[in-house]
């Protein structure tokens, strides 16, 4: 009977990274899924990466910490994950004070920038004018969750005993 230093139960993205993070460290580790083709939240997922929106002195950390794994990822993996940096635009509605909205996000750790309506509109011009009173905007990383799940289970499978 094999022993294993660890088991990590689900090969979404937190289990296959769990798993491909504890294996560089050289343990023993045993992945377990119960679909060999995935249905899981991984397969649905956007893809985004808000890094900006630590609050606490951990979130911060886990946020800087996950983003620069994100930078380097591809090139340890072999893989493209398609990171990127995109644009991300709140928009605020028209009802609502954008001031106070802004205000609201001052607490991130990058917080997004207050646009008016006329730049946001600018940025994307397919915003429904009327019904917003301006919009924030803040870069937000972004990686194809699939092809990065996928790339995670080859290189585990290359690390069997
Ligand atoms: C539409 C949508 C969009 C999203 N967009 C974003 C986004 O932009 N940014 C973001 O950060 N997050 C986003 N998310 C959330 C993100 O997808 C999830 O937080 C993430 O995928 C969770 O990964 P996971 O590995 O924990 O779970 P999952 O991907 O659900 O994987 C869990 C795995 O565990 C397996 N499993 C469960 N129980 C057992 C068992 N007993 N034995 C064996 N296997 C088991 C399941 O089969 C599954 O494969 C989005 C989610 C959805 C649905």
Same mark, same amino acid.
């Given at each position: ?19 491909? $993070?504890?294996? +560089?460290? !050289? ?13 899981? =939240?991984?397969? @649905? ?36 994950? $398609?990171?990127? +940096?995109? !644009? ?13 909205? =802004?205000?609201? @996000? ?56």
């Amino acid at each position: 009977m094999k022993t294993y230093d660890w088991i990590v139960v689900g090969a979404g993205i937190t289990g296959a990274a769990l798993a491909y $993070e504890l294996v +560089k460290k !050289d343990c023993k580790v045993l992945l377990l899924e119960q679909y060999a083709t995935p249905r899981n =939240a991984t397969r @649905y997922s956007y893809g985004g990466l808000a890094f900006w929106c630590g609050v606490t002195p951990l979130t911060r950390q886990l946020c800087d910490e996950g983003i620069a794994r994100h930078r380097i990822l591809s090139e340890e993996l072999d893989a493209d994950t $398609e990171f990127r +940096k995109l !644009d991300l635009l709140l928009t605020i509605s028209a009802d609502t004070d954008p001031a106070s909205v =802004a205000a609201s @996000y001052t607490r991130f750790a990058i917080p997004p920038k207050l646009l008016s309506l006329k730049e946001a509109c600018e940025l994307e011009p397919l915003l429904n004018q009327e019904v917003i009173a301006g919009a924030l905007t803040v870069k937000h990383g972004h990686i194809h969750p699939g092809k990065t799940t996928t790339r995670l289970h080859q290189r585990l499978f290359a690390c069997r005993w």
